[in-house]
């Protein structure tokens, strides 16, 4: 699996490596089946292209906790967006991270995430072909708004599944996970239309041992956001 592009190669570890655990860093691993977002335009659409996105997150999630069993387990996750450009004198594709300018997603890592998350994994890429041509010109939506638009979306989705402990991965995976948002505001850079908004994900890891403490804490906070 890819790394966001080459320029970062050399000094971020790889998808597969950061599953583990061993090392940390920031990566790329995209829904593999790309929903049209072009055309989401009834409630249902929207609603298969947000699963399609959960989905994804959801099999990242047992790929880190398989390579992690008995070990550590995931303990926090983060749904965040950004913004990148692309590269000059290269074509740029939404589907390639080589192609990308990553400035963005570094200083998403750097700044926010680096000294307490184990990974930021980029699951996703809206440029503005991907907005309905309705949400563009009622609402003059661009792929920054898009991207905020979806990333509500996919926190409401990911957290619903969580609290369902009917779910197959209930005690595997959610039973002790959090899940938030990154509170990055329209996630663009400041002034300047960029080529595409991308989405990503944040993963933290921590011991297995939990303290009795720490789980009766943790309970305690789930029942006082559940009233």
Not at 9 to 23: E, I, K, T
Not at 159 to 173: F, M, V
Not at 201 to 215: F, G, N, P, Q, S
């Given at each position: 699996?890819?790394?966001?592009?080459?320029?970062?190669?050399?000094?971020?570890?790889?998808?597969?490596?950061?599953?583990?655990?061993?090392?940390?860093?920031?990566?790329?691993?995209?829904?593999?089946?790309?929903?049209?977002?072009?055309?989401?335009?009834?409630?249902?659409?929207?609603?298969?292209?947000?699963?399609?996105?959960?989905?994804?997150?959801i099999v990242i999630l047992q790929e880190f906790n398989d390579e992690n069993l008995h070990e550590?387990?995931?303990?926090e996750v983060v749904i965040g967006k950004t913004y990148i450009q692309g590269k000059s004198r290269i074509a740029f594709d939404q589907t390639d991270g080589s192609t990308?300018?990553?400035?963005?997603?570094?200083?998403?890592?750097?700044?926010?995430?680096?000294?307490?998350?184990?990974?930021?994994?980029?699951?996703?890429?809206?440029?503005?072909?991907?907005?309905?041509?309705?949400?563009?010109?009622?609402?003059?939506?661009?792929?920054?708004?898009?991207?905020?638009?979806?990333?509500?979306?996919?926190?409401?989705?990911?957290?619903?599944?969580?609290?369902?402990?009917?779910?197959?991965?209930?005690?595997?995976?959610?039973?002790?996970?959090?899940?938030?948002?990154?509170?990055?505001?329209?996630?663009?850079?400041?002034?300047?239309?960029?080529?595409?908004?991308?989405?990503?994900?944040?993963?933290?890891?921590?011991?297995?041992?939990?303290?009795?403490?720490?789980?009766?804490?943790?309970?305690?906070?789930?029942?006082?956001?559940?009233?």
């Amino acid at each position: 699996m890819s790394v966001l592009s080459t320029a970062t190669l050399a000094r971020q570890p790889s998808y597969d490596v950061l599953c583990r655990g061993d090392r940390k860093g920031f990566t790329q691993n995209l829904v593999k089946v790309r929903p049209d977002y072009s055309s989401i335009d009834t409630l249902q659409k929207r609603k298969e292209a947000v699963k399609a996105l959960v989905d994804h997150i959801i099999v990242i999630l047992q790929e880190f906790n398989d390579e992690n069993l008995h070990e550590q387990y995931i303990k926090e996750v983060v749904i965040g967006k950004t913004y990148i450009q692309g590269k000059s004198r290269i074509a740029f594709d939404q589907t390639d991270g080589s192609t990308w300018k990553i400035g963005g997603v570094s200083s998403r890592w750097s700044t926010k995430y680096q000294s307490d998350s184990n990974a930021l994994v980029v699951i996703e890429c809206f440029c503005l072909s991907d907005v309905p041509l309705a949400l563009r010109e009622v609402f003059d939506m661009d792929q920054q708004n898009f991207g905020l638009m979806f990333e509500n979306l996919v926190l409401m989705e990911l957290k619903s599944r969580i609290k369902n402990k009917k779910h197959d991965l209930y005690e595997q995976i959610f039973k002790f996970l959090k899940v938030k948002n990154s509170d990055d505001g329209g996630g663009g850079r400041f002034g300047q239309t960029t080529i595409g908004t991308v989405l990503y994900v944040t993963i933290k890891l921590a011991e297995m041992e939990v303290e009795e403490e720490e789980v009766e804490e943790e309970e305690k906070e789930e029942e006082e956001e559940e009233e």
